[in-house]
């Protein structure tokens, strides 16, 4: 992953704290997410401000530290995993500033905000792999280029207000499309206005 990519994040949340593996691999921990650093030295939180170009007056306005990951966020494998075999669902929406992506998983579906997939999705990587993690706090997707985990990043909550809404669209979709099917049998196929998903026939002037 592109380190202003990572950045970019660490800059949305104010939050940078500098984990350290038992490989002394260290990792970007951002509000929702971890990303794996890659190329670059050793590090503090305040060399990772640094870099990024936060001021010294600013950095009091920022989350940070650094941690040892003793309770094996990025262990390479954890327990209980899943792979996402199937892809997202191929559809995002907008909600409370956010844009999510709904990910099937067996029993349901977990939301992503593709804020945080973005240093996924701009990294050049052969073999993207995600993997469904059930952590003490809720779930989170772990992401892996080939065999090594480079991300682990928290689902989206799906709080009742959102389920609300998508529940509302949900059922106005199959209206429609149930209105749609029964003005088709009573009109005919020759009915260019029931005609979904075609073109306009109207003649051009």
């Not at 049998?185 to 005609?195: H, L, Q």
């Amino acid at each position: 992953m592109r380190f202003t990519d990572i950045a970019r994040v660490a800059k949305q949340d104010k939050t940078a704290v500098i984990v350290t593996d038992y490989n002394r691999q260290q990792w970007c921990q951002t509000k929702h997410a971890i990303y794996r650093l890659e190329g670059l030295p050793e590090m503090t939180s305040d060399d990772f401000l640094n870099l990024i170009g936060v001021l010294e007056d600013k950095k009091e306005d920022w989350e940070r530290g650094e941690l040892l990951d003793d309770a094996g966020w990025t262990k390479q494998d954890r327990p209980g995993e899943m792979e996402l075999t199937a892809d997202p669902a191929g559809l995002s929406v907008c909600y409370n500033g956010k844009c999510l992506t709904p990910f099937y998983v067996p029993g349901g579906v977990v939301w992503m905000d593709e804020e945080l997939l973005a240093p996924i999705r701009r990294q050049k990587a052969d073999y993207i792999r995600f993997f469904l993690r059930n952590e003490r706090n809720g779930r989170c997707i772990a992401v892996k280029d080939g065999l090594i985990l480079i991300a682990v990043i928290a689902a989206y909550r799906m709080e009742d207000v959102f389920f609300g809404k998508i529940n509302t669209l949900w059922q106005q979709c199959s209206m429609q499309r149930m209105q749609g099917e029964v003005r088709i049998d009573e009109s005919g196929d020759d009915d260019i206005c029931n005609r979904e998903g075609t073109e306009s026939s109207e003649t051009m002037p």
